[in-house]
Nanobody
Framework: QVQLVQSGGGLAQPGGSLTLTCSAS????????MRWYRRAPGKDREMVAH????????RYADSVKGRFTISRDDAINMVYLQMNNLKPEDTATYYC???????WGQGTQVTVSS
């Protein structure tokens, strides 16, 4: 049974930081590229970050480049999203995903507000 279980997120002030984590099970995690997506109210889903195994290749949306960092630990089947210098426009529900698979985390709310 495939599971992607997310944790982290919450409320942060502009300029603050948050870390999202995603724990994977039920598939060969180390062979799959992983992504973080987000969906803000009234907006389309946006790919935020992508990481290929074993973690040497990453890609980011222009809107988060230089502020967010995606990483993975294949030894424990985890993928992370470190979010720094947060902005109110980063407010959204964030989802981890196994690339090209219908494997999704449950979603984590991130709210950036003073």
């Amino acid at each position: 049974q495939v599971q992607l279980v997310q944790s982290g997120g919450g409320l942060a002030q502009p300029g603050g930081s948050l870390t999202l984590t995603c724990s994977a099970s039920g598939f060969t995690f180390r062979t799959f590229p992983m992504r973080w997506y987000r969906r803000a109210p009234g907006k389309d889903r946006e790919m935020v970050a992508h990481i290929s195994p074993p973690g040497t290749t990453t890609r980011y949306a222009d809107s988060v480049k230089g502020r967010f960092t995606i990483s993975r630990d294949d030894a424990i089947n985890m993928v992370y999203l470190q979010m720094n210098n947060l902005k109110p426009e980063d407010t959204a529900t964030y989802y981890c995903n196994a690339f090209l698979q219908d494997y999704w985390g449950q979603g984590t709310q991130v709210t950036v507000s003073s």
